[in-house]
């Protein structure tokens, strides 16, 4: 099992979530954080002095797949989906997962996914 | 109209009974009846009706724009202020209303000592229980908490509440109504012998300049919030929580001014009212685009902070000369307006004085800039308060330098008046309190928790990051 971790757009949550819907893969979970990478903020004013917003909103977006699955079409449909061309359009981690367990039922592994 | 206080203020009133019997008869009958029912007043000035309620709804105007400065004070400093924001400007009315009814109005409009302070009056009572003369105190009892509120945001996010509540007896027990009685109560600037005299329509110089002066004392005695200047001593921009509130009040203020200004004609009899209107609204259209283009010039951005403070600036300008002027004198002065605030701004954070909404440019500057632009504008076609001559008429209309140089002196003296008085008043707060700033801790977390034990919002986390310390 993996987990795939995307860091995107609060504007992009929307066409990310459909795309990965039409995937087959309806479970989610999103987080609202702030970071920034090279594009390091936005500079803006008030009244008459600049200021810089070092940290900028972003989401992230983290799902879990069973081993059988590739995650390629899952990456590709992110990228897709969350790019703008711009600076700050975000990043994709890709982690293993030691275990799941769903707390309903008490199922392990990949039928808990 | 200099004869005595009592003739001057009847004047401004256009009430004729009033000034015959505060007046004339004053000198002869010393012990004149009040007129506490209006009955009197009534039979003497049929048109009297006319002049209380206009009075009383320009009243409300102004009283209005307490509501204006709370929302741009509290729109343009941070969210976990606003409890102790909402608190000062409340209380800078209530507190100060008291102060003004108890001792000031008596300081300003009481009957002339020595060209220095009034003497009669005190809580309203005797001679004082008139139906004029409460009239007048309604008025004039709006613009001493205008000067009162001005300050509130020159100290905002740092100063103790406690302070704010003294500084608010002093400022309208003392400091206010005695400047406002050298120029509106028959006091010495009103008779110097240049022009008509030092005159200031509506009150750049008195509510205007006094409040921006003292709060500029404040600010200096303060010091600058923590963060304001980084560590080279530059300034940083500290973004307030909301342009929106900023945005309102500016809107409520820019409504209140029409009741500032042409209700200090205090007659709906004088018909001057129209240009005075016109000249306010002019002057507050040309300081907003003036202001705007001034920053887009320097930083090649559409700052609205600036443009709203740009309104007021020409609001503020136009308030002395606005019933001198023509429309396009008024279109200059705001329009110079616009520009003195934002170089005003820019110049205090170079300078290191932290003046968190921009009070001192707004207020100080341009209050000053409005009396002299008397001198230069007036253009000759209405008298002090009337339309009778001596009229006022300055440089550009071949009044020649006499109105300027009334007009500058009375400039100077509240300048020193109020930034004097005002530099005295906090550090002799600072002395009687230990301190008047809130601990550092208590800054960053905000004065709301520290001084008052709740939140503006409380379900929003509003603590930031402070990179300077």
Known sequence: MRKIEAIIRPEKVSQVKNALEELGYPGMTLTEVKGHGKQKGLVQQWRGSQYRIEFLPKVKLELVVENGDSVDPIVTAITENARTGEAGDGKIFIWPIEEVVRIRTGEKGAGAV | ?469
């Open chain 2, 1 to 469: 109209m200099r004869l005595s206080t009592g003739i001057r203020w009847s004047g401004r009133l256009s009430v004729i009974a009033v000034a015959v019997c505060v007046g004339l008869l004053a000198a002869a009958s010393p012990a004149l009846a009040a007129d506490p029912a209006g009955a009197e007043t009534l039979s003497e000035n049929p048109n009297a009706p006319l002049d209380f309620v206009w009075i009383i709804v320009a009243s409300a105007m102004v009283f209005i724009m307490q509501g204006g400065f709370a929302m741009l004070t509290a729109g343009l400093c941070r969210a976990k202020n606003v409890v102790n924001l909402m608190m000062k400007n409340l209380m800078d009315f209530a507190i100060g209303s008291l102060a003004f009814f108890s001792v000031g109005f008596a300081l300003m409009f009481g009957a002339d000592r020595g060209g220095i302070l009034g003497t009669t009056g005190w809580f309203l009572a005797g001679d004082n229980y008139d139906v004029s003369q409460y009239l007048l105190f309604l008025f004039q009892v709006m613009f001493a908490a205008t000067a009162a509120t001005i300050v509130a945001g020159a100290v905002a996010e740092r100063l103790k509440v406690k302070a704010y509540f003294l500084y608010s007896i002093a400022i309208c027990a003392l400091i206010y109504p005695i400047y406002g009685h050298w120029v509106w109560g028959g006091g010495w600037l009103s008779s110097l012998p240049y022009g008509v005299g030092h005159v200031d329509f509506a009150g750049s110089g008195v509510v205007h300049s006094v409040g921006g002066f003292v709060g500029l004392a404040a600010a200096i005695v303060l010091g600058p919030r923590i963060g304001k200047f980084d560590l080279k001593g530059k300034a940083r921009a500290i973004p307030g929580h909301s342009m929106t509130l900023a945005a309102l009040g500016v809107f409520i203020l820019w409504f209140g001014w029409y009741g500032f200004n042409a209700g200090s004609t205090l007659s709906a009899l004088e018909l001057r009212t129209s240009v005075i209107a016109v000249n306010t609204t002019m002057a507050a259209s040309a300081g907003a685009v003036s202001a705007l283009i001034t920053i887009y010039a320097i930083t090649r951005k559409l700052d609205v902070g600036m443009a709203l403070n740009g309104a007021i600036a020409g609001l503020v300008a136009i308030t002395a000369p606005c019933a001198w002027v023509e429309g396009w004198a008024a279109v200059v002065i705001g329009t110079i307006g616009g520009i003195i605030v934002v170089l005003g701004v820019l110049f205090f954070d170079r300078i290191r004085v932290d003046d968190p909404v921009g009070a001192v440019s707004v207020h100080g500057l341009n209050g000053v800039w409005g009396l002299l632009s008397i001198g230069l504008f007036a253009d000759g076609t209405y008298g002090n308060y009337t339309t009778e001559g001596p009229f006022v008429t300055g440089l550009f209309y071949g009044g020649g330098p006499d109105q300027l140089i009334a007009q500058a002196i009375g400039a100077l003296v509240v300048v020193a008046w109020a930034f004097g008085a005002g530099y005295i008043l906090f550090k002799v707060l600072d002395l009687i309190l230990g301190t008047i700033r809130v601990p550092a801790q208590e800054e960053i977390e905000g004065l709301d928790i520290g001084e008052h034990g709740s939140s503006g919002y409380p379900n929003f986390p509003v603590v930031e990051d402070v990179p300077y310390r």
